[in-house]
């Protein structure tokens, strides 16, 4: 992948967030409860390698990927905390997973008997989360019997290790509980059936973590948005600790003119302009994540809001000045600037998504820089 080190438009990652969200959701937890960092998408487009050591400086004591090869990219990187891997996982990598201690979530009998096979030779056994579907409808047993015999097969097999076991909450960043409170209680029915627990008993995500906590029995939590400094909820909910958000993306002006009434801005002439007015292009486009839907949108420059003209290309925009600016003229897409800021929950309602895939969404040719 090419990275644009040789443009002006920079995506800013502020560590010191990261770790003031880690260490405030640590405060809200039970001292036994432990915090894994959830560091799948390249910790939610934050930089994987970066945020990792970030979050285990602040207290993260293991990580959540959700893909195999995310887990070894931080296992190359040099961390050997545990890492788990959300998404289901070939049974064939499974020699590869317990080499290199990468835990595996499981939820059907016939992963675990398909990687037993791949397992016979291998000296390392493999850690194990099982995962229970309480209602997300995604990956994990939703029947007692089921899990049982897993159970049973992982208790008979020198090849596994029980190391955890959790579910997923699909609406614990809603005010209305009724089903947070279903997929509760059906998460009790489903491991009360298991003569022993495993060392991670995990089901809380940041929504969790942040409105839900304490929770019986739980001893880690699975936490991203938050960490990140995004509300899960959107709006919804007020977090219990102002989050810090860790994101902002700024970029400079590199070309500026002057247009006149009744020229026209942009792929499809979809902008013609009403009065002579100042015109100012930007190099972030689509390519990097600024998506074609922000048109209407604005970015900030000298803390005053300028709206987009016409559509976004692949790699420019263009934005209305207030006055005649010259190239080299900061410009604010994510962040604060003066009194205003924009933030990735305006972008992603701009857009009507969420922040989330807002975030993860920028992509690799933007170049990152840290502030530790
Ligand atoms: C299984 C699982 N746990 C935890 C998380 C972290 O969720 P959040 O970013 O809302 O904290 C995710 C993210 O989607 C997930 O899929």
Same mark, same amino acid.
């Given at each position: 992948?090419?990275?644009?080190?040789?443009?002006?438009?920079?995506?800013?990652?502020?560590?010191?967030?990261?770790?003031?969200?880690?260490?405030?959701?640590?405060?809200?937890?039970?001292?036994?409860?432990?915090?894994?960092?959830?560091?799948?998408?390249?910790?939610?487009?934050?930089?994987?390698?970066?945020?990792?050591?970030?979050?285990?400086?602040? @207290?993260? &004591?293991?990580?959540?990927? $959700?893909? /195999?090869?995310?887990?070894? !990219?931080?296992?190359? %990187?040099?961390? =050997?905390?545990?890492?788990?891997?959300? @998404?289901? &996982?070939?049974?064939?990598? $499974?020699? /590869?997973?317990?080499?290199? !201690?990468?835990?595996? %979530?499981?939820? =059907?009998?016939?992963?675990?008997?398909?990687?037993?096979?791949?397992?016979?030779?291998?000296?390392?056994?493999?850690?194990?989360?099982?995962?229970?579907?309480?209602?997300?409808?995604?990956?994990?047993?939703?029947?007692?019997?089921?899990?049982?015999?897993?159970?049973?097969?992982?208790?008979?097999?020198?090849?596994?290790?029980?190391?955890?076991?959790?579910?997923?909450?699909?609406?614990?960043?809603?005010?209305?509980?009724?089903?947070?409170?279903?997929?509760?209680?059906?998460?009790?029915?489903?491991?009360?059936?298991?003569?022993?627990?495993?060392?991670?008993?995990?089901?809380?995500?940041?929504?969790?973590?942040?409105?839900?906590?304490?929770?019986?029995?739980?001893?880690?939590?699975?936490?991203?948005?938050?960490?990140?400094?995004?509300?899960?909820?959107?709006?919804?909910?007020?977090?219990?600790?102002?989050?810090?958000?860790?994101?902002?993306?700024?970029?400079?002006?590199?070309?500026?003119?002057?247009?006149?009434?009744?020229?026209?801005?942009?792929?499809?002439?979809?902008?013609?302009?009403?009065?002579?007015?100042?015109?100012?292009?930007?190099?972030?486009?689509?390519?990097?994540?600024?998506?074609?839907?922000?048109?209407?949108?604005?970015?900030?420059?000298?803390?005053?809001?300028?709206?987009?003209?016409?559509?976004?290309?692949?790699?420019?925009?263009?934005?209305?000045?207030?006055?005649?600016?010259?190239?080299?003229?900061?410009?604010?897409?994510?962040?604060?600037?003066?009194?205003?800021?924009?933030?990735?929950?305006?972008?992603?309602?701009?857009?009507?998504?969420?922040?989330?895939?807002?975030?993860?969404?920028?992509?690799?040719?933007?170049?990152?820089?840290?502030?530790?």
């Amino acid at each position: 992948m090419v990275v644009g080190i040789h443009r002006p438009s920079v995506l800013t990652i502020d560590l010191k967030a990261i770790q003031y969200n880690i260490k405030e959701a640590i405060k809200l937890l039970a001292n036994q409860v432990q915090l894994f960092m959830v560091v799948k998408a390249n910790a939610y487009g934050h930089g994987l390698v970066e945020t990792a050591n970030a979050a285990k400086q602040a @207290g993260a &004591t293991g990580f959540c990927v $959700a893909i /195999l090869d995310e887990a070894l !990219e931080l296992r190359e %990187s040099g961390i =050997s905390d545990p890492i788990l891997v959300l @998404g289901i &996982t070939s049974p064939t990598d $499974a020699k /590869l997973m317990a080499r290199n !201690e990468i835990a595996a %979530s499981v939820g =059907s009998l016939d992963w675990l008997v398909q990687a037993n096979k791949n397992l016979q030779a291998e000296s390392k056994p493999l850690l194990v989360h099982l995962a229970l579907d309480t209602g997300m409808g995604r990956i994990g047993f939703r029947e007692s019997n089921d899990l049982l015999q897993a159970y049973k097969f992982l208790e008979e097999q020198p090849q596994f290790i029980f190391d955890g076991i959790f579910t997923h909450f699909s609406t614990a960043d809603m005010k209305d509980d009724q089903y947070f409170k279903k997929q509760l209680a059906k998460w009790h029915q489903l491991i009360s059936t298991l003569p022993k627990l495993p060392r991670f008993v995990h089901i809380s995500n940041s929504a969790t973590t942040l409105w839900h906590h304490p929770l019986e029995g739980v001893n880690m939590v699975r936490y991203g948005a938050a960490g990140y400094g995004l509300n899960p909820s959107g709006t919804e909910l007020e977090p219990p600790f102002e989050l810090h958000p860790a994101m902002s993306l700024s970029s400079e002006l590199v070309f500026t003119k002057q247009i006149k009434k009744g020229d026209s801005v942009g792929y499809g002439a979809t902008y013609t302009a009403q009065h002579d007015e100042f015109v100012g292009t930007i190099p972030i486009g689509y390519a990097d994540g600024y998506r074609r839907n922000l048109d209407g949108f604005y970015v900030l420059i000298d803390g005053q809001k300028c709206d987009i003209l016409g559509r976004i290309c692949m790699d420019q925009i263009m934005v209305r000045l207030p006055k005649d600016y010259l190239p080299g003229q900061q410009v604010v897409l994510v962040g604060k600037s003066g009194n205003q800021e924009i933030t990735l929950q305006q972008l992603a309602d701009h857009c009507q998504t969420n922040h989330y895939e807002i975030a993860c969404g920028f992509a690799e040719r933007l170049t990152k820089k840290y502030l530790h």
